[in-house]
């Protein structure tokens, strides 16, 4: 036989929800009036669908394409050993690589070894990038990295992405440009171009440039890598702009699904 419930047994509470019916309930809700929180509904807002990455045949045709247009890319900061164009990659931070050949090009004459620029002084070598943007911070830097060099690494550059950003001024962008410009490492180095194109087809997305740069070293072959960021670079420079792509003569727009695609 069944147990006999105890006389004494009280029946179970209810609760806010219980009590209140539903259309009682929602105005509860609506107004902002305390119940429960068993009362109130689960979330209605959607979860956020996982990223799907790009199609992998996609992808090989957007870089085969690029290859076919520019075999060999290159940088436009000018340089004429591995030292300078390491200098010339610390001032060119939040400035045009214009901007840096310009005011480099004399200082670099007077000093393209790491003993010269420590000769030429922070002194001189401010007043020589003046046009530059940040230029009293890049002076320090670069005679700060000058003697480091000097001290730690026998006045040559060191090739891995820590020691790299072991001198002042050096932070992941300007190791992995070296790196890959001086050294052929098949390193990805995010600039606002790249991080505006790859988000924009898209290729990898991502809310920060280690994000994207991680995201492009898993979808990216192998065959493209080396030139990779040079690609994406030079395309978001003078074709995918910011604020009005040109579509009409990007040689991916076929390829592309960004929604601001103006053809």
Known sequence: MPARASKDAKPAKKSA?????????????????????????????????????????????????FRA????????????NVFTFLVAVVLSAQATDAG??????????????????????????????????????????VVLLSKKLIDDYGSKIPET???LQTLPGVGRKTANVVMNNSFGAPTIAVDTHLFRVSNR????????????ELGLEKIIPDEFKVHAHHWLILHGRYVCKARRPECERCIISDLCNAPDKRI
């Open 17 to 65: 929800a219980q009590e209140m019916g539903a259309a009682d309930l929602a105005k509860a809700l609506t107004q902002g009036v305390e119940v429960s929180k068993a009362a109130k509904p689960e979330s209605s807002k959607p979860k956020r669908a996982r990223q799907k990455k790009p199609d992998p045949k996609i992808v090989h045709e957007i870089f085969e394409r």
């Open 100 to 141: 840096v050949n310009k005011a480099t090009r004399a200082l670099f004459a007077l000093a393209d070894t790491p003993e010269k620029m420590v000769a030429l002084g922070e002194d001189k070598v401010r007043d020589m990038i003046k046009t530059i943007g940040l230029f009293r911070a890049k002076a320090k830097n």
């Open 201 to 212: 087809i898209p290729l990898a997305r991502g809310k920060t440039p280690i994000a994207v």
């Open 69 to 80: 247009a520019e075999p060999a890319p290159k940088g436009e900061l000018e340089h004429v």
């Open 161 to 163: 992405r820590e020691e």
